[in-house]
Every structure is written in structure tokens, then in C-alpha cells.
């Protein structure tokens, strides 16, 4: 585990749009794995102004989502089958045969979860990931308590995921539980990049970074993974002992 704090979020979101353009220009057919939510939102948009401007092409690259909604058709506003395609995979052009999202309306979800399962190890793994943290010290939809063992499966959510994930959609949204990848895959990650930012997230990458291994913060096992690199502004990082 390699952990980079950078000046401000802007900043910090360059850094991880440059690891992602490397990857690709180093291995055009590379896996890459996105995640949703608020803090990645200015890495994409300027690993596309990077793309555009350093023509890199992302043509051959296949592309997975990290979790989805179960219950919510991928079409509704919020869901991150529609937040990726509007963030990532339509502006760098990426076409849809290049892309596998979990389906949160299959009504066989273990079957879904084999499926993802199989892309990925048909593809030799996850050449780069990007994920968030949430509050919880969940990653991806791996909460508090979630077997670490585990691949791709379904999950009950906690009430602060539950509240968060409300303010994706654009009205009221039944939600309970998601379908995500598993931590034995995210650890798996050629790269792993786990971005957070501001001090909503200063207690929890205190304890995901410097605290405890648990299951109790599912993020607290990327203190195993060689292979992650925690990106991070100051204020994300103020409770951090070894600067």
C-alpha cells in the first residue's frame, strides 16, 4: 500500500486520471474497473481531457462497473449502469460490447454474479480499479461485516449507504440491498486506486490506512494489497500519523 496526498481534490483527481491514461497506453486491452459516487467524478472528467489530448485510445479496453443497485432498472437517473456510461464510457467512446455492468434487475443475482466473476477471470483479472470509501469504511458495496473472502455477490446495505445513495437519484428510490464485487477481487487488482477527499473522510481513512485489520472496515485490507494506492487530499488525510 502506497498512500499520496495531494493539496486539493483537483489535484488529486489528476493524479488518478494519469495512472488510469499509463495503464492504457501500456496496455491497450487493459480491464478497468470504475466506481460511482462523488468523489471520482472530477477524475473522469479530466482522464477524458487527458484522453482527448494525448490521444490515448481506450477502443480496446474492456471496462466493468464496480456495484449497482439491485431492484432499479439500469436506465433510471442514478444508477451507476447510467452514471458511467454519462461520466465514462460515452465520452471516451467505449463501445457497449467493450462493457460489463451488474444487472440489479436479474431476478437470478447469483447467476449475475457468475457472470461477472467469469469476465474478469476470462480476462486475467483487473488491470486497474478505481474505488471510493464510504463513512463506513465500505468498498463498493462490501459493508461492515462482509466476508472478505468472498467474490462477486449480493449485499444487504447499512443505513448510512442506504442515505447516500439516495442523493443519486434525481426522486424518492427504493433501495435495500446491491450486487458488487467482492473484496477478494478489489485486493486482486493489478492496480488498486482508492480515492477520498474532504473531512467527511478523515476518520475513516485514519482508520482504513493506520487501524486495525477488520472486516468491521472492509477498507482497512488494502494495508495487505501491494498493489493500492490510497489518493488523497490534505484534508482527507489531516489524521494521518506517518505523512
Known amino acids: 500500500m502506497t498512500v499520496k496526498i495531494f493539496d486539493d481534490y483537483n489535484s488529486m483527481s489528476a493524479a488518478a486520471a494519469d495512472i488510469i491514461i499509463e495503464t492504457v497506453k501500456h496496455k491497450p486491452e487493459a480491464l478497468l474497473c470504475f466506481a460511482t459516487g462523488n468523489t471520482p467524478v472530477r477524475t473522469y472528467e479530466i482522464l477524458i481531457e487527458k484522453a482527448k489530448a494525448s490521444n490515448t485510445d481506450f477502443s480496446r479496453c474492456f471496462c466493468i462497473g464496480l456495484d449497482e443497485w439491485i431492484g432499479v432498472p439500469k436506465e433510471k437517473y ?24 451488474f444487472d440489479g434487475m436479474n431476478t437470478n443475482i447469483k447467476a449475475e454474479c457468475n457472470k461477472m466473476d467469469a469476465v474478469i477471470d476470462s480476462k486475467g483479472g483487473v488491470d486497474c480499479m478505481l474505488v471510493g470509501i464510504g463513512i463506513n469504511g465500505h468498498i463498493g458495496f462490501n459493508e461492515p461485516g462482509v466476508d472478505v473472502t468472498l467474490k462477486a455477490h449480493e449485499q444487504e446495505l447499512h443505513g448510512s449507504t442506504l442515505a447516500s445513495g439516495q442523493h443519486y437519484f434525481n426522486e424518492p428510490t427504493p433501495i435495500s440491498k446491491g450486487i458488487t464485487l467482492g473484496l477478494a477481487q478489489v485486493l486482486k487488482a493489478k492496480k488498486l486506486l482508492l480515492l477520498a477527499n474532504g473531512k467527511s473522510k478523515t476518520a475513516i481513512i485514519k482508520q482504513a490506512v493506520e487501524g486495525e ?15 493500492a494506492i490510497i489518493i488523497i487530499d490534505k484534508e482527507a488525510g489531516a489524521q494521518l500519523s506517518a505523512k
Not at 451507476?80 to 460489463?100: A, D
Not at 485489520?213 to 498493489?227: E, F, G, I, W
Open 213 to 227: 485489520l477488520t472486516n468491521k472496515v472492509p477498507a482497512s485490507y488494502v494495508q495487505r494489497a501491494d498493489n
Open 78 to 101: 442514478g444508477t451507476c449502469h447510467y452514471l458511467l456510461h454519462q461520466q465514462v464510457f460515452n465520452p471516451l467512446g467505449i463501445k457497449s460490447s467493450q462493457i460489463h455492468i
